[in-house]
Every structure is written in structure tokens, then in C-alpha cells.
């Protein structure tokens, strides 16, 4: 157990540096200049190479990036280049939102995707199943910007239920976090479908059934039980969906995240702010995929970790 | 025995009739009936066996008494099934008919390995069919639980309580099947091929441990099986089934010894039986197809930080053994002893170390690209024939595919190789356009067949290639390979837990046990005169076909179980072999 968890610990640390050696050589890249950007337009090209040099933005790239890298060892993100400010201040005033927008997110998709999968598969063939199934491939299929919209214009326009955009209250927090919720929703829908449709078909259900046990009882204790394990590695993967739709949603709904933070660092190529966030959401994603492991053996006794 | 005991007894009680039972399952041709008109009634305290081939009623039969037919494919078109006290279970509502299973029949099944819910402990499965039932309180659950463990003999009961499935043998989850259909004590047991899935030694336990607690509390068995011998050793009446339809019903003993139809007696006829083949002409042992020497195949299992080969499973060590051109040679032992292995070694399946020479030519230590041509000489016939053809590709491709990739012929060369193929296996040659699921057991084995002679091969390795067909057919398989050796001059290794088919099939015997050979000798010599305690144990396990013979106990196993698995550097202790006749060969006792 011990041993698979530094093993584990030791690959995510692996493979938050590759992402951070892309995510840098990618930003160098950019046919942008981001000390012009903080210059202005009418900033003389002396102005201009002082600040480059200020920020060490004229040193060769691997300087740049070692440079990068000890102050990550030591909790540096950098400075952003605009605001003037720690970016780790910024990314840690922002993470609340995110996290409550991520956990609401999660509990709506799992609550609508694995009821609507289950409530599917029971109904196999029926037309409630045909009706689900076309809803959840349309929430797949749709783009979480055009979703958001149309939420807004109906529930927050139309209807005036929920506030138009912010922060602050519950009200606040549906409409983004059904929008991000219901893409998850087809997608755990679906899994959950065709995994109770397998585990329906098991021998073990048929014994079930032998015992002379209710529907109700071989449903929860025998069925949903086993049709669940293939959806927990299913939400480690599901975060890292998450996380590219939140610089999204964000923006639609207004909402003082992470995401909406990244949104503004880019158009202004901020480059140190989207340095942050890019590392921040990868270890949510490696973090979430390492739990989702770690939670599988509590679930299925015939996982072991090695 | 009980045949005896029942005569004697008062006037037999029903306490289950069935009458006039027909079943229908829905398929894209319409429906289709898969039981026909049957009838029958079930005598307190007897075992009444359904027996026949795949395809004959016999499970279905068992479902529709239960109610689990699977929905809504297959429903029950006719007839009634009446409990003695009156209550019809044909159309019985789901309500009703959960107050019958498990407190008046229970039933158990073919696959232990899947019919226990692997997330939940050995103890919650079985406390809970009896809070259902209400047949004691949630506090005895647990007390109530181990005591049924303890009743179906399974070691360290306690321990199971707390276990998941995947933790315990094939022949202890079956154990616990037992114990999860006895727990309400029902009237009826209905066992649906209950040791099919398991070695021939755990079946004979399993069996033994049946006929102990009917015994004990006058249950009344219906068992539902292929098996003959088993059929032989457990019932007191036989119902014959084929298509749905009943063939023949009669008392064990009077069906085994004068059966009345013909279909009864071709299915007695095609059993196979120890000691009853006839001779084999001596094989020219001149050079040998197959030479093996000092095989071993080792797979590594990790752990620890880096992940490094902590341990090895020894699945074989140190094997040898020749084949010469003509001659089959039998390699038996339990599930997990390593005879598979030592077939997918020789054909480089699996890594493995030693000497493996094929007509001659040494595989060790060639590329993938030297060995190929060697490859040819040497195919394999797999159990599953469903599953080890392509579902979507037709036969007569499949057939011509280790032509094509070989590139030994094209065009219309290959059109008439396969054709030739086809009518050698015994399938017209128009049928190659089909696909597997249209053909039956036998004849995708056939195909198989056919593919691996494709090659014109020296050696093939049938892995258990007869187990999963019907014995009519079985027979006639076997009756191909004869052949098809005969005239090619094939070398055989052929692995089978099945003892009866290898007294048939074999020149030489090779019994192995924890990845090595314990005994190795003729047929005879190994089969008529065994010698080890392990190739004697195994001997009488076999369920003889015959309800007159009553097979002695099955021998205890001398010593403990043992594990193929070392720790890194740590070897397997081999065991000396010692010649105690021409070619007879035994393990040390001591080991």
C-alpha cells in the first residue's frame, strides 16, 4: 500500500514536470511579446527591452525555464506580468469558487447521470430508454458555451429563477453548475446504462433472484453495487473534462474562478498566470486520477494495489 | 444404495409434480420450443437426474420450476408445476414465488466462479437469504452463517465469513453455494451441473458432500447433467431428455443396464470408460517430433516501490519429455498444475526457458523471424471453439489465414487447399462462405481443426479440445484426430483433466502436478498401475459410468496443497524421478 502510493506519488511529480515543460516551450512559442504587451503600444523599444530584461524574458530558454522551475520548488508561481501580484495569491483567492463550482458540477452529474443510467437500463428498449438515451447524447454533443447561454436566456431571462451571473449565493451556483454537470450527465448515463445492462445478465444476479429476494433489494445490494465499479476510475478522467470546461463556463456565468482568471491571462498573454493555472488544474487532474485508484480496492475487494 | 432404501421405504410421497411442461424461447426464426410436454414427478428424499446433451431442455426445465427463466426471452407455454401441498409455480407471481425459493427450492449452479456476488463477503451472502426469510433474527445471522459453513465442511470456516469470492477455490465457493441454498431448509435441491467447472477431485468431494447432507436432511435432489458417470453415481432415477423432449425414464440401474431407446443408448455407448480402449499400435519411436528438455516457464510478479519482480510463479519447472511422429502423449493434472502453459510454450506463446526441438529444429534463443518457419510445424486446438474463431469473419478466411500469412499459397491454390481442408475435417466445402455462430460445437471444432491443419503441421496441441462438447459428438471428434494421425502421421500433446478420454486417446501419460511431472509412463502403466499418491488420487476421483460399481472414496491428498510461487532466487525443489519399469518413470515420494 505504502510502496504504491510513493510509486504513484512519484509518477504524478513526472508527470506534472512534462506538463510544465510543454505547457512553457508552448507559451515561448507564441508569436506574442509579452513585455510590449505591458509596455503599450506607444512604448519606445527601449521601454520595452528594459522590462524583457526586467523579467528575464531575453534569457535562452532553458535559463528561463530552470529559473521557472526553482521557484516552483520553492511555492513561486511567478509574478504576474499585468496585475502586479503573487500569481499563487491570486490562483488561492480564486480556488474556493472553482472548488464549489467543481463539487456542485460533480454531485449533478453523478445524481442525474448514474439515476438516468440506471432508470435506462431497467427500462431496457422502452421508449423512456430511447427518450433518456437521445437526452444525454444531445448533452454530450452540445457545446457548454451554447448550453450555458440557453440556460441563461430561459431560467435567468425568461423565467428570472436564478440571478443572470456572480457569485454569492446557492441561486448563483445552478446554472453553471448544471452546465458543466450535464455534459457529465450523458457521459455517466451512458456508462452506467450498458454496465447495469451487463451486470443484469450476471450469474450472481441470477443466485440473487434464486434467494428469493425483491427487486428493490437485488437492485441496490447486488446490481448497483458492481454496476458502479467501471464509473469511479470513470470520475478521476472526469475531472480533467472538468477542467477544460470551466475557463469556459466561467466566462459565460461570470463566475471569479480559476477558469475565468486563465480566460483573462490569455488575451493578455500572461504568461506567468497561465503557467499557474495550467500546473494547478494538471494536479487536480493527476490528484483525482490518483484517489479514484486509491478508492477502487475500498469498492472492489478483487483489486489489489501493487 | 438408495435405490435399495427406497424400495424398501413406504410408498415414495411426491413433493414435486410436474406435468404436461412446455417452454418457449423467442428467437428471430419465432418462437421456438426448447421443452416439450414434459412430466415427471419428484419422490420425497430421491435424487432424480434430468440427463442429456446441450441443447436438450434440462437447464431450462430447472429454471421454469425456479421462475427464472430469463425474461422476456423464454416463458412457459404449457403445463403446470405443483409443490405437494398444492401450490402451481407455472405463472406464480414473482410475489409468490419468492416465498418458494430458497425456503422450499433452492437451486445451484454450473459456474461457482460467477454465481457469487464478488463485492460482497462470503458471510452477508449468506446471512442474507436468511433475514429474507426471516428464518432467524439479524443478531444469530452470523452464529446461523458459520454453522452452515461449517455443515458443507469448509476449512477454516470463520475465516470465509469475512472473505470476498475471489478469495476461494472453485470447489469451496460451490461449498458455499451449497450452504446458501440449504440455509432455509428447503424440500427440494434443484443442482444445475454442479461440478462441471470443477477438477475431478473437487467434484467427487462436492458430490460426496451432496449425498451426505441429503442424508442427513432428507432433501430431495433433482440434479440436471451431461455427465454419465456422475449420473451413475448420484441418482435413483433418469430422465433422458433430447430436443425438449423426454427420451427415456427408468431407474438408474435398469437405464444403465438394458436402455429401452436407441437415443439412451448411443448417449451410454458414446461414454467413454476407463480401461476399455483397446491397445494402440506402438508408435515408431525411431525420432521424435516433439523433444522437450528441462522446460521451465516462470512468470515474474512485481510489488514494492519500483515495481520490481519480487517473486516468481514456477507455473512449470524443469519438464521433458519427446513425442514421436504418430503417438499421443496426455498430459493431465488439476486445474492450475501447469499444462496448459507447457502447450502455449510449445508454441512460444509464452516466455520460457530450455529446450523445445520441433521436428528437429532447436526454438530456444531464435528471433520472431527465425522462428516462424518452425512455428509452422507445430499448431494448437483450443478448448472454446466458439471463442477461439472470429465471430465476424468467415470460416473458410479463418481456415486460409495461416496459409495467406505463411504466404504458402493464393488465388485459386488457396481456394483449393481450404476446400481440401474442409472435406478432410468432415464439413462441405460450401460452407465456407459462413459464419461461426452457424455451425454447431462440433463442427466449429472442425473448423479449428482444419485451420491448424492448414500448415501441414508435425505436431498438435490439443488443449482440452474435446471438454466442452457433448459426448456423441465428442466421440467423433476424437474419431477425426484418430484419423487425421494416422494418415499424417501426427504427433499429439494432448492436455485433459478428463481421465476417460485420455485412456482413449493416448500412447503415453504424463501426470503433472505444481508445474512438474510426478508420473510418466504408458497408458497402462500409468492408468491400470499408477504409482504416485497424486496420479492415484486423481484415479479415484473419475466418476465411473456404471451404478453398480460404487466407487470408494476419493484417496486423501498426501501432504499439503503446496504453491508454485517463490520468492526471487529461490528455487523450486525438483523432484527425482526413478525408472521402476521400462519407461515408467516416478517422482520421488519424498517430494
Known amino acids: 500500500m505504502w510502496a504504491y502510493l510513493i510509486r504513484r506519488i512519484g509518477e504524478s511529480l513526472l508527470i506534472l514536470l512534462g506538463i510544465s515543460l510543454v505547457t512553457f516551450v508552448l507559451l515561448y512559442l507564441v ?67 472553482t472548488l464549489l463550482l467543481m463539487l456542485a458540477a460533480i454531485v449533478v452529474e453523478l445524481i442525474l447521470g448514474l439515476t438516468i443510467g440506471a432508470v435506462a437500463a431497467l427500462k431496457r428498449n422502452s421508449a423512456l430508454d430511447q427518450t433518456l438515451m437521445v437526452f444525454s447524447f444531445v448533452t454530450i454533443s452540445a457545446p457548454q458555451f451554447v448550453v450555458g447561454i440557453l440556460l441563461l436566456y430561459v431560467f435567468a431571462v425568461q423565467l428570472q429563477w436564478f440571478p443572470i451571473g456572480g457569485y454569492g449565493t446557492f441561486a448563483h451556483l445552478v446554472l453553471p453548475a448544471v452546465t458543466i454537470g450535464l455534459l457529465g450527465t450523458g457521459w455517466y448515463s451512458r456508462m452506467m446504462r450498458s454496465s447495469m445492462i451487463d451486470v443484469l445478465a450476471q450469474d450472481y444476479v441470477r443466485t440473487a433472484r434464486a434467494k428469493g429476494l425483491g427487486r428493490l433489494r437485488i437492485i441496490l445490494r447486488h446490481v448497483a453495487p458492481n454496476a458502479i465499479l467501471p464509473i469511479i476510475a470513470m470520475i478521476g478522467i472526469d475531472i480533467g473534462l472538468f477542467m477544460s470546461g470551466i475557463v469556459v463556463v466561467e466566462s459565460v456565468f461570470g463566475w471569479p474562478g480559476i477558469g475565468q482568471l486563465a480566460w483573462q491571462a490569455i488575451q493578455r498573454i500572461d504568461i506567468p498566470i497561465i503557467m499557474g493555472v495550467t500546473l494547478v488544474s494538471a494536479c487536480f487532474i493527476v490528484l483525482g486520477n490518483l484517489i479514484a485508484d486509491l478508492v477502487a480496492p475500498l469498492v472492489d475487494p478483487r483489486i489489489k494495489l501493487k | 444404495m438408495t435405490a435399495e432404501e427406497n424400495s424398501g421405504r413406504a410408498a415414495p410421497r411426491p413433493v414435486l409434480t410436474v406435468s404436461g411442461l412446455s417452454v418457449q424461447v423467442a428467437t428471430p426464426e419465432g418462437a421456438k420450443t426448447v421443452v416439450e410436454d414434459l412430466s415427471f414427478t419428484l419422490n420425497h428424499g430421491e435424487t432424480l437426474c434430468l440427463a442429456g446433451e446441450s441443447g436438450s431442455g434440462k437447464s431450462m426445465t430447472a429454471l421454469a420450476i425456479m421462475g427464472l427463466l430469463p425474461y422476456p426471452m423464454a416463458r412457459i407455454s404449457a403445463g403446470s408445476i405443483r409443490l405437494a401441498d398444492g401450490t402451481e409455480l407455472a405463472g406464480a407471481s414473482e410475489r409468490a414465488l419468492r416465498k418458494v425459493r430458497a425456503m422450499r427450492i433452492s437451486m445451484i449452479f454450473q459456474e461457482p466462479m460467477t454465481s457469487l456476488n464478488p463485492v460482497m463477503t462470503i458471510g452477508r451472502q449468506l446471512s442474507e437469504v436468511l433475514l429474507e426469510h426471516k428464518v432467524c433474527t439479524r443478531a444469530e445471522a452470523p ?16 475465516k470465509r465469513l469475512g472473505q470476498y469470492p475471489h478469495e476461494l477455490s472453485g470447489g469451496m465457493r460451490q461449498r458455499v453455494m451449497i450452504a446458501i441454498a440449504l440455509a432455509c431448509s428447503p424440500e427440494i435441491l434443484i443442482a444445475d451441473e454442479p461440478t462441471t467447472a470443477l477438477d475431478v477431485t473437487v467434484q467427487a468431494e462436492v458430490l460426496e458432500l451432496i449425498r451426505a447432507l441429503q442424508r442427513e436432511h432428507g432433501t430431495t435432489v433433482l440434479m440436471i447433467t451431461h455427465d454419465m ?97 504418430g503417438e499421443t502423449l496426455a498430459l493431465v493434472g488439476e486445474s492450475g498444475c501447469g499444462k496448459s502453459t507447457i502447450g502455449k510454450a510449445l508454441l512460444s506463446l509464452v516466455p520460457w ?83 461461426p455462430h452457424e455451425f454447431s460445437g462440433g463442427q466449429r471444432q472442425r473448423i479449428c481443426i482444419a485451420r491448424a491443419l492448414a500448415l501441414r503441421p508435425k505436431a498438435i496441441v490439443a488443449d482440452e479440445s474435446v471438454s466442452a462438447l457433448d459426448v456423441s459428438v465428442q466421440a467423433r471428434v476424437l474419431d477425426l484426430l484418430r484419423e487425421l494421425q494416422e494418415e ?16 482413449q486417446v493416448a500412447d503415453r501419460v504424463a501426470v503433472m502436478n505444481l508445474g512438474q ?7 497402462d502403466q500409468v492408468l491400470r498401475d499408477p504409482q504416485h499418491s497424486y496420479t492415484r488420487r486423481l484415479l479415484s476421483a473419475v466418476p465411473i459410468p456404471d451404478p453398480t460399481h460404487l466407487r470408494p472414496p476419493v484417496l486423501p491428498r498426501e501432504g499439503p496443497v503446496g504453491s508454485p510461487v517463490r520468492p526471487l532466487g529461490e528455487d523450486v525443489t525438483r523432484f527425482a524421478m526413478q525408472e521402476i519399469a521400462p519407461g515408467h518413470w516416478v517422482a520421488d515420494r519424498a517430494a
Open chain 2, 229 to 325: 458417470g456422475v449420473v451413475a453415481e448420484m441418482a435413483d432415477r433418469v430422465i433422458v431428455l433430447r430436443n425438449g423432449r423426454q427420451e427415456e425414464a427408468a431407474p438408474v440401474r435398469t437405464l444403465f443396464a438394458a436402455p429401452e431407446t436407441p437415443y439412451a443408448r448411443e448417449l451410454l455407448d458414446a461414454v467413454p470408460r476407463i480401461g476399455e480402449a483397446p491397445a494402440r499400435p506402438a508408435p515408431d519411436r525411431v525420432r521424435h517430433t516433439v523433444d522437450v528438455e528441462d522446460l521451465s516457464v516462470r512468470f515474474p510478479m512485481r510489488g514494492g516501490i519500483l515495481n520490481r519482480v519480487t517473486a516468481q510463479l514456477h507455473a512449470v519447472e524443469g519438464v521433458d519429455f519427446r513425442i514421436a511422429p
Open chain 2, 488 to 503: 499424417e502421421g501426427l504427433a499429439y500433446l494432448f492436455i485433459s483433466h478428463d481421465m476417460a478420454v485420455i485412456d
Open chain 1, 31 to 97: 508569436p506574442a511579446d509579452p513585455a510590449r504587451q505591458i509596455a503599450g503600444r506607444s512604448a519606445t523599444a527601449e521601454t520595452v527591452a528594459n522590462i524583457r530584461a526586467q523579467l528575464g524574458l531575453d534569457q535562452p530558454f532553458h535559463i528561463q525555464y530552470i529559473r521557472y522551475l526553482g521557484n516552483l520548488l520553492h511555492g513561486d508561481l511567478g509574478r504576474s506580468y499585468l496585475q502586479r501580484t503573487e500569481v499563487a495569491e491570486l490562483i488561492e483567492a480564486r480556488m474556493p469558487a
Open chain 2, 143 to 158: 452464529g446461523r452463517a458459520l454453522e452452515l459453513l461449517r455443515d458443507v465442511q469448509i476449512t477454516e470456516a470463520e
Open chain 2, 353 to 435: 526457458q530450455g529446450s523445445i526441438r520441433i521436428d528437429g529444429q532447436q526454438m530456444a534463443g531464435l528471433s520472431p523471424r527465425a522462428l516462424k518457419p518452425i512455428r509452422r510445424n507445430v499448431q494448437m486446438v483450443f478448448q472454446d471453439p466458439g471463442a477461439s474463431l472470429d465471430a465476424r469473419m468467415t470460416v473458410g478466411k479463418q481456415v486460409a489465414e495461416p496459409l495467406v500469412v505463411h504466404g504458402l499459397a493464393s488465388g485459386s491454390e488457396l481456394q483449393d487447399r481450404v476446400e481440401w481442408l474442409f472435406r478432410r475435417v468432415g464439413l462441405p466445402p460450401d460452407h465456407m462462405d459462413r459464419f
Open chain 2, 517 to 523: 511431472i510426478v508420473e510418466t509412463g504408458s497408458r
